[in-house]
Each structure stands twice: as C-alpha cells, then as structure tokens.
C-alpha cells in the first residue's frame, strides 16, 4: 500500500521541509548500518537521501574515510552539513535521477529509510549500482510490513482506527505522517533490490514485534526482553519479521 504518490514533486519537498521527518535515529540503529558495512577505513563513502546527517556524522566519528551525502531537500543539506562537519561533502540532488558522481566511484553506498519515500525507488537503485565499484557494497535500510504478521494483511479490517495505530506498520495510509511513503513487505523489498541489478550478500534486522510496544502493559513486559528475544531471533534467521530490514548488497551479473 502507499500513500502521497500523487502529490507533485514540489508539494513533497516542501512537506518534508517544514515537516519532521528525516529525524535522527537511535545511536544502536546506526551501530547497526555500520557493522553490516564492515571496516569503511579509507574508503570512498555515500549517503543517499541523508536527510540531517545523524549516520554521516557516525561514520565519521569511528572511521577515517572520505564521505559524501546527497538529498533532494535543501534545509535538509544545510542541518546535514552542519551536523556531519566540515570534512564531509554534501549534495542537493534528486536522488530519482542521475547522481552527480561518475561511474564506479563509491566502495560504499547507505540508503537509510529512504525507499519507502520515492515514487520511483527502483531508478534510486539503479543509480547506487552505477556509482558503486564493482567490488563496492551497498547498505539498505527500509521498514518491512511483514514484522507486523499477520495483521498487515488485515488492513482496514482490525476495527477502530486506534487499533488500526498500534498494529499496522508506521507507512500504512491510516498513520503514515509523510508525504510520500509505502508499505513493503520483505518479498517486495527483496525484489526491489534484484531488479535494480542488485544482490543480497548479508542481511539483518532491527526492532522484531514493534507492535508490542503500542500497549503499555505489553510494552513493560516486553522491553526488559526485547535485547534477548532479537539476538536470538537474529541467530534463528528470522529477520523477515524484523521491523526494519537492513541489507548488505553487491552488484549482480
């Protein structure tokens, strides 16, 4: 499901300009990005879709390498360069269109929560494939429906739109804040990424059951448990039920 695809794209700009979205993440949720990343000591480094800089500045702040960002929001390059520091090369551009970079230019490429916003995600991706090294990686992170099995299937059918709150995932039409976003679920984001000419090579999850935590009584019970119950669901494999699916990606082919 998705919402805000008929909006221009000057509407959606604006919206996430004076919005809040594009907030900074948990500093464990970066950690997260990072390791899947591996060593980035020396390399040639780029965020698309930056938003305010909070993962630029984390990299920076454990590695010595040379990191770019681009996002199509200019209040948003602005925060990013003031957070991420001097050292750091910010861009405003489409991230939908071409990349101001050449050909196989980055050992690395994030994309954080940023699919999920695009009309057209898939050229996102095909422009990630194409300014990355051919032994580059590329880092994903996009919110995955299916962490809220089953009652993502349901929809409009769980009664009471506050219900409807707390156990459907954040992008869904009844309470998405953002423009622009979309419900994949984990088969849908997997295809995205093969069809854009990439591939999976690694993969994790962060946030399993975060419908429990709509409920404060769930919630008390459940976030004691929660470091355990995700490093052993993480050892089981189960990351398809992971909130949100972070990807590690090579190029195909």
Not at 150 to 173: A, C, D, Q, S, V
Not at 216 to 230: C, D, F, K, N
Request: a positive charge.
């Amino acid at each position: 499901m998705r919402t805000g695809y008929d909006l221009p794209d000057e509407e959606i700009v604006h919206r996430y300009a004076v919005g809040q979205a594009a907030g900074i993440k948990s500093p464990e949720f970066y950690r997260k990005l990072i390791r899947l990343a591996g060593d980035l000591t020396g390399c040639r480094v780029l965020e698309v879709g930056c938003g305010r800089g909070g993962l630029l500045r984390a990299i920076g702040e454990r590695f010595l390498c040379e990191l770019h960002g681009v996002d199509f929001v200019n209040q948003f390059v602005e925060e990013a360069s003031q957070r991420a520091g001097p050292t750091v090369t910010i861009t405003i551009a489409d991230v939908q269109a071409q990349l101001p970079y050449p050909d196989k230019h980055f050992d690395v490429v994030f994309g954080m929560e940023l699919l999920e916003h695009l009309k057209f995600p898939g050229r996102c991706l095909v422009e990630v494939r194409r300014v990355l090294k051919d032994d580059g990686r590329a880092v994903l992170s996009i919110p995955n429906a299916t962490g809220f099995f089953p009652f993502h299937y349901l929809g409009t059918m769980i009664p009471t739109r506050w219900l409807r709150r707390k156990l459907l995932p954040y992008e869904h039409p009844v309470n998405t804040q953002q423009p622009i976003d979309t419900m994949y679920t984990y088969g849908e984001i997997l295809r995205l990424v093969r069809v854009s000419g990439l591939m999976v090579d690694a993969m994790a999850g962060y946030r399993y059951f975060r419908y429990a935590l709509g409920f404060p009584v769930l919630r008390s019970l459940y976030t004691p448990l929660a470091p355990r119950v995700e490093a052993l669901l993480e050892r089981l494999g189960w990351r398809r039920f992971a909130y949100q699916l972070i990807v590690r990606c090579r190029k195909s082919g």
